[in-house]
């Protein structure tokens, strides 16, 4: 079977990894550990930041796209909307589309794995900072 890619997440960046594809029962079992393993993340993440002092601020808006397929006609009572797992697919033609159209006045966007293999991330491919001019490039 194809490989739904999920973001693998460590202390330092998020990586495509292929996991088994666990039903529902198997995975609650796993929901503590999840839960705190992502607060054991973000308190030493605060350690490791809890003194920095006037940093410069950037911030950009991160835009989240579901994967979905309609099945079936319009006017059919059975026509439903599934959700389609082939956001790896897409994100790698959204990336070459930004290779192909990137000049140097465009903000352009980067495109990130996000949850599963139904979900990709767009943000802008640079920060905005803390300026107020910043604010005239946010569309």
Request: charged residues 25%; proline residues 6%; aromatic residues 10%.
């Amino acid at each position: 079977p194809p490989c739904h890619a999920m973001p693998a997440i460590n202390s330092h960046h998020v990586s495509v990894a292929c996991p088994p594809s666990p039903k529902w029962d198997e995975s609650k079992g796993k929901i503590k550990y999840v839960r705190d393993h992502g607060v054991i993340q973000f308190i030493n993440t605060y350690a490791k930041v809890k003194e920095d002092q006037n940093d410069d601020l950037f911030w950009g808006d991160e835009v989240e796209y579901g994967v979905l397929e309609i099945q079936g006609e319009e006017g059919d009572p059975e026509r439903t909307v599934k959700i389609a797992l082939r956001g790896t697919e897409f994100m790698q033609t959204l990336r070459d589309r930004e290779a192909t159209h990137a000049h140097a006045t465009a903000m352009g966007c980067t495109w990130h794995q996000e949850y599963g293999s139904w979900m990709v991330e767009g943000t802008p491919a640079r920060p905005y900072a803390g300026y107020v001019k910043d604010l005239l490039d946010v569309a």
